[in-house]
């Protein structure tokens, strides 16, 4: 909540599941770009030859099947915040060119002639170790260091065993009121295996259990 109100990157990091991105949303929430666009960019669902366009927008007939122009992730996010999720993942030639669009703060959409100036606060996620990236010359050193100006680190779930039970207890009355059924408390013995329990797929895991 500290950093929420800052314009700083932040990078969050943390196992998968711990819920980064749940973590950034709330970042936006807490922010002065509130009631802007929060728009989410999952670098690793995207196949490389289309997260530029994804990101950046095209012109028309920029390339085959550009058939308009594109508003990329950028502009819609424009006033707001972009949340660039599994940035590790992420093609090194396009590492060069983000790291321009977050230098200049423009972009230039692909097949375009002119920059576009852009208005946002970028986060980021990884459930790798970035450092060890730069280090096997996967990751540019120069992006890590716009990226994580800020390092929310989230810790696993099997560290903080308090903090499964409340997220437990959340989620037994969010799913009694979506299924109309009456909320039950966990019982003692309940409780015991769920702080015993060491959840591999941390908060995504505890929440489908």
Same mark, same amino acid.
């Given at each position: 909540?500290?950093?929420?109100?800052?314009?700083?990157?932040?990078?969050?990091?943390?196992?998968?599941?711990?819920?980064?991105?749940?973590?950034?949303?709330?970042?936006?929430?807490?922010?002065?770009?509130?009631?802007?666009?929060?728009?989410?960019?999952?670098?690793?669902?995207?196949?490389?030859?289309?997260?530029?366009?994804?990101?950046?927008?095209?012109?028309?007939?920029?390339?085959?099947?550009?058939?308009?122009?594109?508003?990329?992730?950028?502009?819609?996010?424009?006033?707001? &915040?972009?949340?660039?999720?599994?940035?590790?993942?992420?093609?090194?030639?396009?590492?060069?060119?983000?790291?321009?669009?977050?230098?200049?703060?423009?972009?230039?959409?692909?097949?375009?002639?002119?920059?576009?100036?852009?208005?946002?606060?970028?986060?980021? &996620?990884?459930?790798?170790?970035?450092?060890? *990236?730069?280090?096997?010359?996967?990751?540019?050193?120069?992006?890590?260091?716009?990226?994580?100006?800020?390092?929310?680190?989230?810790?696993?779930?099997?560290?903080?065993?308090?903090?499964?039970?409340?997220? *437990?207890?959340?989620?037994?009355?969010?799913?009694?009121?979506?299924?109309?059924?009456?909320?039950?408390?966990?019982?003692?013995?309940?409780?015991?295996?769920? &702080?015993?329990?060491?959840?591999?797929?941390?908060?995504?895991?505890?929440?489908?259990?």
């Amino acid at each position: 909540e500290r950093v929420a109100g800052s314009e700083a990157s932040v990078l969050i990091t943390g196992e998968s599941g711990v819920g980064k991105e749940v973590m950034a949303r709330h970042l936006h929430k807490k922010s002065k770009r509130a009631s802007k666009p929060f728009v989410s960019v999952n670098c690793a669902a995207i196949p490389e030859n289309l997260l530029e366009s994804e990101l950046f927008g095209h012109e028309k007939g920029a390339f085959t099947g550009a058939v308009a122009r594109r508003i990329g992730k950028f502009e819609e996010a424009d006033g707001g &915040t972009l949340l660039l999720d599994e940035i590790s993942e992420m093609d090194v030639r396009l590492q060069a060119k983000l790291l321009r669009a977050l230098q200049e703060r423009e972009i230039d959409r692909v097949g375009g002639s002119k920059p576009v100036k852009v208005n946002i606060r970028v986060i980021a &996620t990884s459930n790798r170790d970035l450092k060890q *990236a730069v280090r096997d010359g996967d990751f540019r050193e120069d992006l890590l260091f716009r990226l994580n100006v800020v390092n929310l680190a989230v810790p696993p779930l099997r560290d903080r065993p308090e903090d499964a039970l409340a997220l *437990a207890e959340h989620f037994l009355k969010k799913y009694a009121k979506a299924n109309g059924v009456e909320h039950r408390p966990l019982s003692e013995a309940a409780k015991a295996q769920i &702080t015993a329990r060491d959840w591999p797929g941390n908060v995504r895991e505890l929440e489908n259990a």
